[in-house]
Structure formats: structure tokens, C-alpha cells
């Protein structure tokens, strides 16, 4: 099979790139020629890998069986390039040089991962050829771009016209059939991730990459001592900041470890500077990005590697450090949030060194104590650890994409998008479906196709007096009601729908003060009374009668949207956000009827627009 496969690879930074570095070279073992169309010679310096010739030599591939990887790469002609205003056409540049390798050597399938660039470009050159598209998303493009007002409908509509979608099965919302959606092949990891390989002498590494901007610190490291390492990107989410205050907490108590960073991202300077404010220079190596082959010999030299996220806006993340450090029998030390993404998670609680929330600088300072104060210890946890770890390896990988691939280009069995009816009643609206104990399906059963928000009205409409419930009727109601909108928020039925979230405007780019902005709300807030206690019905399932409660449906255009109760004040609030009020006017109108304090209503705006419940304009 010849595949087109238009992603991010090395030298970008990141576990996408490397994964889908692992997926190219596991297919060409197979025997398959993939042709990689990339924009990764294009990447920024914040978040490129650092490679010498041998690690360029590595990005291609030939193998005996007749399987191949070549890199077909964008960026050789930018002096040809010129229009106002100016920006980097990355996915016309991809979309082209795809097109073109598809046309010239007659691949059978196109692959995308990462919607932005990538997925777009890759549906561009599937649609001008047409041979099948598969496409994958990651977690920050699943949530975070999906829910760009001005970028997400382009996605919404390469998922919806591709072949075959990789990744969340919650997608069935967007209209696509679940048979044309496929989970995520099992993680896995290249042989390099062993605690028996070799571990790389740091000091003699800094050394090498003294030349490197991202390289400070160039003395040699205290091998008597615990080296304490972190890697990935840089930033708050990611505990890194906890992580040198509680460092330099300890060494202010006389404790004596190394700090290695392999790390960088947009606010490495900030996070350098941070680290020279705690006086923690002395004791911090830094390194740029090393390619994914090289990763393990670094953790390998380390005593511990930390993994801190705490209160990550990605929903649907899945890091995969922890299985990195535990395969390479590395001592990993986590936050409860990190350990908690992972498929394995209850187990793997006694398998690394857990901070319940490394906010809490004491707690995360006792942590690392410990194995600053005994690194033998640290590193015989460690390797203890790595036996717990089950991991797929690389032809695993191979096996689970060349068997979906195979089934798209050959064709499956055609199905019904109304099969996707009941999992998403069952998902978004279980109370109803087991209060009805089998109505539902017996319903489906007799009605035409149908779509999924019209079989709930349906279902709605079915309640009636002369049928046995365990509660009345109107209780019934309420909740069917409730779900209903929740099953509003993960289906988007209205995809024909010309009306945008926020109505376009032509306001001008140099906007007033904030107190003169005009706050509208988004057209998908939903706003509804119920006659529950929702709080019991959302956190704990149960039917409590209360008095009625008023709930805000947010929904997203990543379908991942919210649930949040409403107190009366913000009830009014929110409908005072119609855009003909500015913020100074809704301040003074909520401060005369609820003696709001003047920065409360501003504050809360702000968060509101964050969030896109509101638009400034």
C-alpha cells in the first residue's frame, strides 16, 4: 500500500511528531511506501529539535521487504513568496506538494494528523485526487481549535467528509457514523524505552550542545548527587514554576541536587529568568529538544523526572510521559492529574512517586526531598516500576494502521448514521433511558430514521399518564428535559445553519476601553429552568426534589460543552448581554439591584468572554 501521509514529524517537538515518526517507519517495516508531506524544516526555534547529521540520516527509511519512508518537505522556495498582508500558506503549500506526490506515484490512501495545518490540507488534496482520507486529531486541535469561532467549522467539515476519523468516538455528535470513526491505536513505544539501555553522560552532552542559545549552564554536574529533570514544553499548566519553587525551597534547607531541563516552548526566557530570581542558577542545566531516539539515554542519567500538569485546558489529553519514564525505569514523579489521564491509572498510583496538587509547594517539596535524600532508592523504585508497564511496540503500531487503512481503501459494509441514535441516548442521556427501562429501543424499533435530537423530542412526547413509572410523570419530564439538553450540547444538528455562534460585526480593530465594550452572548447559551435539583441530577444522579434551579447549557463547537447553575444575578446578567448595553452600563444596572461591587461584573465578563459564553464588542 502507498500512503500520503501529510503530519507533523521531526525535528517539531512534541509527542504527536513522534508518534506519527513511529507510525511511518512501523508501516514502511511492513512493507509499505509512505510518502511524509511535512512543514517540520518550517518549525519556530521555541519548539524545534535539536539534530546533528545522524539524526537527519534518520528521518527517511528503506527496508529489504520493499518498504520505504521518504520526506517530501515544504519551505524550499520562500523567496518566490510574496502577498498582503503577509503569513506562511502553510496549507497550500501542503495541500500542493500532497497532491502533486499522490498524482506522481498513485497512492492508494491519504493520512492527516493534527487538523490544523495538516487535516485541512490532506481533505484539499483527497478532494482534487479522489482517493480515500483518513484523519487523526490530537487533544489541543479536538478541543481547543475545534472551538475557534473562526477556524472550527473548517475542521468540523473535514471530519465530517473524511473516510475514516482516528480518535474520539464522542465525534458520532458532529453526524458522523460510528463505523467511520476508529479509536487510537494502543500506545506504544520503540525499543530505545528500556531501563537497560545505555545513560547518557550529561556533562559531556552540555558540553556538546555549548553553542546551543537554549544551553547556559556549562560546568559539570555533581555526579554525587540526585538529578532532578524535566521535559517537554515550558508554562503554568505544566508545573513548572511549582516545580523550581519547591526546588529552591529545598536548597535554601542545604539540600544539594542537579536540575536538568530539556525543555523549552515560548516561555523559556520567562522560565529562565524565574529560575535565576530563586537562585537556582548554579544548579540548572538546560538542554534544547533531543530527537525521540535520543530521549531515553537522558532519563536513563536522571534519578527522577518530573510530570506536574495541574488544571491542563486540553480535556481530552493524554501525555505520554508517564509510560516514557516508567519503560525507560526511570523514577517518575507525577501529579494526581497526570496519573489520572492514563489508561492504567489505579495501578499506576503505586508505580510513581504521585503530588495530589503540586500547587501545594509543601507537598510537592516533601516529594522531592525524599529522593534527593536517597537517589539509590529513587532509582531502584524506578526500575522496579518499569516491570509493571505493559507496551505495545512498534509493529503492533504498524499492525493496527495498515489493518485500518486496508479496510478503507477496500471498502466495509455500508451502515446506517441512525445507528448512532442509541449510544449517544445512552451516553448523554442515561437517566432517561433507564427511567423508560426499555422504551426507547422499542420506540426506535417502529419509527423511520430519525435524527437523534428529534427521537428525544420523540421520546419526550411519549410520556404520559397511563404509563407505570417508578415516578410521576412531570418528574419524568423534568429529567428527559434536562438531558435533552445535554444531548444538545454534544450533537450538532444544526451544521447547515448559516447563523454563526456570534453574529459578525463590523466593529473596528482599535476597540474603545473595556468599559465600553458592548457584551453579546453567544447563540449557543441555552438558558433553562427545572423544577429538580440539577446539582444531584449532574454530579450525583439522583431525583431530588428542590426548589426550581435555573441551569446555563454552553455548548462548544468541539461539542465538549458545560453544564453551570445559575444564581439569579447572573441569570439577569447574562440576559442584560444583548450588545446594546457596554460594560460600564450592565455594571451600573447590576450595582443598583444587587449591590454588586464595581470590579465583580467586569471580572465575570472577562471570564465569560474567555470562555465564549460572551463577546466583547
Known sequence: MRICAVMKYPPIQGGVSAHCYRMARALAERGHQVDVVTNADEVEDDYRIWFDDSDFQRLAATFPNGGAVRVIASGQWERARAYIPAANPFATKLAALATEEIRLHGADLVFSAYLEPYGLSAHLAASWTGVPHVVQHAGSDRTRL?????????????????????????????????????????????????????????????????????????????????????????????????????????????????????????????????????GLTEVTWTLPFLPPWRVPEVLRACTAVCGLERNFPVEVHRPGLPMELLSCGTCAVLSAEVVRTQPHWPEL????????????????????????????????????????????????LGAA??????????????????????????????????????????????????????????????????????????????????????????????????????????????????GQLRPVCSALLRIAEFALDVDALTARGEIVDSEPSVCAFHKRPSLRGRVFRLTPATRELLQLCDGTRTVEEITDIAARAHDAPPTAVPELLRRFALDQVVQLR
Open 146 to 278: 475545534l472551538d475557534h469561532p473562526e477556524l472550527g467549522q473548517a475542521y468540523r467539515e473535514v471530519l465530517r467528509r473524511a473516510d475514516l476519523v482516528v480518535g474520539d468516538r464522542n465525534l458520532t455528535g458532529l453526524g458522523i457514523p460510528p463505523h467511520r470513526i476508529a479509536p487510537m491505536p494502543k500506545a506504544s513505544l520503540p525499543p530505545e524505552f528500556t531501563p537497560d539501555g545505555p545513560a547518557a553522560d550529561l556533562t559531556a552532552l552540555v558540553a556538546r550542545l555549548r553553542e546551543s542559545a537554549w544551553v547556559r549552564n556549562t560546568s559539570p554536574l555533581d555526579p554525587a548527587v540526585a538529578t532532578i529533570g524535566v521535559y517537554g514544553k515550558l508554562g503554568v499548566v505544566k508545573g513548572s514554576y511549582d516545580l523550581i519553587e519547591a526546588l529552591a525551597r529545598l536548597r535554601g534547607r542545604g539540600l544539594r541536587f542537579n536540575f536538568l531541563v530539556m525543555a523549552g516552548g515560548t516561555e523559556r526566557e520567562k522560565f529562565l529568568t524565574a529560575v535565576d530570581e530563586l
Open 349 to 396: 498510583r503505586s508505580s510513581a512517586r504521585v503530588v495530589e496538587d503540586p500547587r501545594d509547594i509543601d507537598g510537592l517539596a516533601k516529594v522531592l526531598a525524599e529522593v534527593i535524600a536517597d537517589p539509590a532508592a529513587a532509582v531502584e523504585f524506578g526500575r522496579q516500576s518499569s516491570k509493571q508497564l505493559p507496551v505495545a511496540d512498534d509493529d503492533e
Open 401 to 514: 494502521y495498515a489493518a485500518m487503512f486496508d479496510a478503507v481503501v477496500h471498502g466495509g459494509p455500508a451502515q446506517s448514521a441512525d445507528d448512532a441514535v442509541l449510544p449517544l441516548l445512552r451516553r448523554h442521556m442515561p437517566m432517561t433511558m433507564a427511567l423508560l427501562n426499555g422504551r426507547a429501543e422499542r420506540l426506535l424499533s417502529r419509527v423511520a430514521p430519525v435524527g437523534v435530537q428529534d427521537f428525544a423530542t420523540m421520546l419526550a412526547e411519549s410520556i404520559d399518564d397511563d404509563v407505570e413509572l417508578e415516578y410521576p410523570p412531570d418528574t419524568i419530564r423534568e429529567v428527559v428535559r434536562f438531558e435533552q439538553h445535554r444531548l444538545w450540547l454534544a450533537v450538532d444538528a444544526d451544521h447547515d445553519a448559516v447563523d454563526p455562534a456570534f453574529p459578525r460585526s463590523a466593529v473596528a480593530r482599535r476597540q474603545p476601553d473595556f
